[in-house]
Nanobody
Framework: QVQLVESGGGLVQAGGSLRLSCAAS????????MDWYRQAQGKQRELVAT???????NYPDSEKGRFTISRDNAKNTVYLQMNSLKPEDTGIYYC????????????WGPGTQVTVSS
């Protein structure tokens, strides 16, 4: 059974930075893609960063240059460094572990709240 636990959320002023962490249990972390999502109140969950098992990263245009995703396979942990935060970055941040085929399943963490004040 895989469990994910996010941490590092909190309240920050616009222009500030936060570093989120997501620790995973289980032995499949190193072969899995890891994603970070954000869900603002009343809105759909949206992808903000992804990192492949090999370390390739990808971001939506709105997060490029501000967010950096990284992973430490020895610690089964993925990070999201968020800089130049904006009030619209406010939301609950979730990490997702994507297991490749043939297992092909996803696991989600419970989320961590990020609030950016103007």
């Amino acid at each position: 059974q895989v469990q994910l636990v996010e941490s590092g959320g909190g309240l920050v002023q616009a222009g500030g930075s936060l570093r989120l962490s997501c620790a995973a249990s289980g032995i499949i972390f190193s072969i899995s893609r890891m994603d970070w999502y954000r869900q603002a109140q009343g809105k759909q969950r949206e992808l903000v960063a992804t990192i492949s098992a090999g370390g390739a990263t990808n971001y939506p245009d709105s997060e490029k240059g501000r967010f950096t995703i990284s992973r430490d396979n020895a610690k089964n942990t993925v990070y999201l460094q968020m800089n130049s935060l904006k009030p619209e970055d406010t939301g609950i941040y979730y990490c997702k572990l994507v297991v490749p085929p043939p297992i092909a399943t996803d696991y989600w963490g419970p989320g961590t709240q990020v609030t950016v004040s103007s």
